[in-house]
């Protein structure tokens, strides 16, 4: 059984997800974005495996260096964004400076891509390249639960007029990967309310179910 909870970050309002397994003592951090106070007082205690990444633009990625001191956990982002963590141009957080003033972190430790099967607090994550909101987009599916980043909202898509954003590839990472998945798989995204596969599928405004 997966343990979720959502942690709404920084002025963006951006889903941090702290995921837990059978041992309580250890987690993974989805996302974890600005301003990341509470989510650094629920992990004191915690031995954090990993923090995976669904892409990293800047209010995805304002905790990172933070919780990695902290914690000495590996930090997992697709290559297509290898640069970004270190780049505030590329991130996003230079063309904001209303909202944040520059964001940059170390490198990422580990890649993720397509295929990929991740083991960690005894459960397997499986990455999916989900490209169109941004080129390192990934999507992560454990079990019934996936973490689908800036990609599917509930009735709603990602924006796609960002560094290397491209809606004709969004459109087919959400029709051809993760419109495949069950109905009944719960959709963990980056902003606003979690939803499902089937209620996007009949009820998405945007991307409609082919």
Not at 10 to 25: F, H, I, R, S, V
Not at 99 to 118: C, R, S
Not at 131 to 148: I, Q, R, T, Y
Request: hydrophobic share 35%; with cysteine; aromatic share 8%.
């Amino acid at each position: 059984m997966l343990s979720i909870r959502t942690f709404t970050l920084g002025p963006l309002q951006t889903n941090a997800y702290l995921l837990q397994g059978e041992d309580p003592g250890k987690a993974v951090i989805v996302d974890p974005g600005m301003n990341p106070g509470p989510l650094l007082k629920a992990i004191q205690d915690l031995e954090i495996e990993a923090i995976l990444l669904t892409h990293a633009h800047f209010d995805h990625i304002g905790g990172v260096e933070e919780i990695r001191k902290l914690k000495g956990c590996p930090v997992y982002l697709h290559d297509l964004e290898s640069d970004w963590l270190t780049t505030a141009k590329l991130n996003g957080s230079l063309n904001w400076p209303q909202v944040t003033p520059p964001i940059t972190a170390n490198p990422a430790e580990f890649a993720l891509d397509e295929g990929q099967k991740l083991q960690l607090i005894g459960h397997t994550f499986q990455v999916y390249h989900t490209p169109g909101h941004s080129p390192g987009s990934v999507s992560l599916l454990c079990e019934n639960d996936l973490f689908a980043g800036d990609v599917l909202f509930r009735m709603g898509v990602g924006r796609t007029d960002l560094t290397g954003g491209r809606e004709r590839d969004l459109v087919d990472s959400i029709q051809n990967k993760l419109y495949r998945f069950p109905d009944e798989v719960k959709v963990y995204p980056g902003h606003g309310p979690k939803t499902t596969i089937g209620y996007e599928k009949k009820n998405n405004p945007y991307v409609p179910a082919r």
